[in-house]
């Protein structure tokens, strides 16, 4: 068992130094070149990987996860978590026999969970950069994947409302409908924002600190997306808002310069909570047993949802409140439905999934190299955090009732799909930045996606090849 440690099979490894009877770092089979393996030539001379800075990996002997796949594990938690818990709600009084586990995998969200897990894999697959486009040059902000996409957001977003391919579903005008298929625009505005703030970062870097040529025309396309969104979507209209100005600032706008934002943006506010059923929802919050029947309903039976779990839950199938008595049971209260069922050891992991995703979505940002995939990184996981930190605050009655979704678990084929697609670009910086750290890079085919491209090290022949080939 004597000799060197030459070389060894493992994604990340560091570079091999011989310790006393221990394992490599990371290491997997085969341990040494002298292991039974002197016929292979990789083994022999071969060029170690280059360091990745920095901890890229999660270890848990004898398990060690990458980044990137980490979060498709957690993501893909989330889904089956919120596939099996949706049908738990949609399971009310039933006319026939139906079994609610076996109907879950039979119908449009399961179809929907399987398309959202296909986005995220297609996004993970291919070189986030691709969003960014090619830079230099006068107008390659224009020539940007990320403007096109934002371009294509605002141009859904008018057709809900000005055309008669839009649906409106609970009052709101949200759906850009085609013939049976569906589609909620907003949902799209959160990803392709992101995208074009970053890109219009590292497009416009040498003008962002300008009031003019940089912070107005960023300013200006976020405001057109604000002002289509806002009219329905008024909680998702301040989560992206939040989003989008902590990104300009971190790209370099002035702080002054968003400080001008504040006197419209709180004219915006009053304007829309001086509506007449926003503020009952206001003074409900207040005291929602003073408006038991009407606004304050929601938060009562919320409550009584979470109160009723316990530690350890009613079981699956088994909660009362779903049964008619709370309202959007499957979607912005599908957290209470969560407590009542599973109680508050399955709520927990539900948040404690949320917790990890952003955590390794933060270390990720920390660990990119470039300022696209940093404010990528940052967008993509504030997004889904915080959008999952308000309605857990909603359902707990921790903040006034607002219409906004449990990322990845409330019902919406298109809340799945595009967050799920924004986890995969996630996923794809940190793929891309641990492949340039060993030596991969990315050519660009002149059309469609880069291709990933690995130069193979040239390695010596050992004695005993060259000895059979001479004979």
Do not use: C
């Given at each position: 068992m004597g000799g060197e440690y030459e070389a060894f099979f493992a994604r990340g490894a560091m570079p091999v130094t011989k310790t006393n009877n221990r394992w490599p770092a990371r290491a997997t089979f085969p341990r040494r070149a002298g292991d039974g393996f002197e016929a292979v030539p990789a083994l022999v001379n071969a060029v170690p990987a280059a360091p990745y800075v920095g901890r890229s990996r999660f270890v848990l002997t004898p398990l060690s996860l990458s980044l990137d796949q980490l979060l498709f594990l957690i993501t893909a938690a989330l889904l089956c978590s919120g596939l099996v818990v949706v049908q738990i709600a949609y399971s009310r009084v039933r006319t026939s026999g139906e079994h609610w586990l076996m109907a879950s995998f039979n119908n449009k969200n399961a179809i929907h969970a399987l398309v959202a897990l296909l986005a995220m894999t297609a996004m993970w697959r291919m070189d986030y950069r691709w969003f960014l486009g090619k830079t230099g040059g006068r107008f390659s902000l224009l020539r940007s994947p990320a403007t096109w996409l934002t371009l294509v957001t605002i141009g859904l977003l008018v057709a809900v409302l000005?055309?008669?391919?839009?649906?409106?579903?609970?009052?709101?005008?949200?759906?850009?409908?085609?013939?049976?298929?569906?589609?909620?625009?907003?949902?799209?505005?959160?990803?392709?924002?992101?995208?074009?703030?970053?890109?219009?970062?590292?497009?416009?870097?040498?003008?962002?600190?300008?009031?003019?040529?940089?912070?107005?025309?960023?300013?200006?396309?976020?405001?057109?997306?604000?002002?289509?969104?806002?009219?329905?979507?008024f909680g998702t209209t301040v989560l992206i808002a939040a989003v989008v100005l902590l990104m300009t600032l971190m790209a370099g706008v002035r702080l002054w310069q968003l400080a001008l934002l504040?006197?419209?943006?709180?004219?915006?506010?009053?304007?829309?909570l001086n509506t007449p059923w926003r503020r009952e929802r206001l003074l409900a919050y207040r005291n929602p047993w003073a408006e038991s029947q009407g606004a304050g309903y929601h938060l009562i039976q919320s409550l009584l949802s979470i109160s009723s779990g316990g530690w350890f839950g009613l079981g699956l199938g088994n909660g009362i409140q779903k049964m008619g008595y709370l309202p959007e049971d499957n979607t912005d209260f599908i957290f209470a439905v969560i407590c009542e069922e599973l109680g508050f050891v399955g709520a927990a992991m539900v948040v404690l999934l949320f917790a990890a995703f952003v955590v390794v979505g933060w270390r990720v940002m920390s660990r990119s190299q470039n300022l696209f995939g940093k404010l990528v990184a940052f967008g993509i996981t504030a997004i889904v955090g915080l959008q999952a930190a308000i309605n857990v605050a909603v359902v707990t009655a921790s903040m006034p009732?607002?219409?906004?979704?449990?990322?990845?678990?409330?019902?919406?084929?298109?809340?799945?799909?595009?967050?799920?697609?924004?986890?995969?670009?996630?996923?794809?910086?940190?793929?891309?930045?641990?492949?340039?750290?060993?030596?991969?890079?990315?050519?660009?085919p002149g059309r469609g996606f880069p291709v990933e491209v690995q130069a193979l090290p040239v390695v010596a022949a050992l004695p005993a090849v060259n000895a059979v080939a001479a004979a």
């Open positions: 000005a055309t008669p391919f839009g649906k409106e579903i609970n009052g709101a005008r949200r759906w850009f409908a085609l013939g049976p298929i569906g589609f909620q625009p907003s949902e799209l505005a959160k990803l392709s924002l992101v995208l074009f703030v970053a890109a219009y970062a590292v497009h416009r870097a040498d003008k962002i600190h300008s009031f003019l040529w940089g912070f107005l025309p960023v300013m200006a396309i976020f405001g057109i997306t604000a002002a289509l969104v806002v009219k329905e979507d504040i006197p419209p943006i709180g004219l915006v506010i009053y304007k829309m009732t607002k219409g906004i979704a449990l990322p990845l678990i409330s019902s919406g084929g298109t809340g799945w799909i595009m967050n799920a697609a924004a986890i995969g670009v996630l996923m794809s910086i940190e793929r891309v930045n641990r492949m340039e750290a060993r030596g991969i890079r990315a050519i660009d």
